[in-house]
């Protein structure tokens, strides 16, 4: 049996609604861990060269990860233990948890060193034959 023309705008409503439904989802899971540090990567000869900005994050704090074909950053910037009662005139650090999940170039890669430098987290990864 044919479809009306309404039928099928309906049809074509629900699929647009469906579609932002889903873009919200995933704009909304990328952000559930908090923040994104911002990244530099640069490609050498021997494999890749991951600059992270984080300052204030202790090392201790931190995790990265390889694995699936994406590197993985996470960890958590603490809100500062102030000593004594404050007045807040600007924060523009993000503080809490934050995840970073970067995909790689095509290859394996292995992390063979990782630095913490002027507040940047520096990782240096190994492109596996």
């Given at each position: 049996?044919?479809?009306s023309?309404?039928?099928?705008?309906?049809?074509?409503?629900?699929?647009?609604?469906?579609?932002?439904?889903?873009?919200?989802?995933?704009?909304f899971?990328?952000?559930?861990s908090g923040?994104?540090?911002p990244?530099?990567v640069f490609e050498?000869?021997t494999?890749?060269?991951?600059?992270?900005?984080?300052?204030?994050v202790?090392?201790?704090e931190m995790?990265?990860?390889?694995?699936?074909?994406?590197?993985?950053?996470?960890?958590?910037?603490r809100?500062?233990?102030?000593q004594?009662p404050?007045?807040?005139?600007?924060?523009?650090?993000?503080?809490?948890r934050?995840e970073?999940r970067?995909?790689?170039p095509?290859?394996?890669?292995q992390?063979?060193?990782q630095e913490?430098?002027?507040?940047c987290?520096v990782?240096?990864?190994?492109?596996?034959?």
């Amino acid at each position: 049996m044919p479809r009306s023309g309404l039928d099928l705008r309906w049809l074509e409503a629900l699929t647009v609604f469906a579609r932002i439904e889903r873009r919200q989802r995933e704009v909304f899971q990328l952000t559930a861990s908090g923040w994104e540090p911002p990244i530099d990567v640069f490609e050498t000869q021997t494999g890749l060269l991951v600059t992270v900005a984080l300052p204030g994050v202790r090392p201790s704090e931190m995790e990265t990860v390889i694995g699936n074909g994406e590197l993985t950053i996470r960890g958590l910037r603490r809100w500062p233990d102030l000593q004594e009662p404050s007045r807040v005139h600007r924060i523009e650090l993000p503080h809490g948890r934050f995840e970073r999940r970067l995909p790689l170039p095509h290859g394996a890669y292995q992390l063979i060193d990782q630095e913490h430098r002027d507040g940047c987290l520096v990782l240096t990864l190994k492109r596996l034959a």
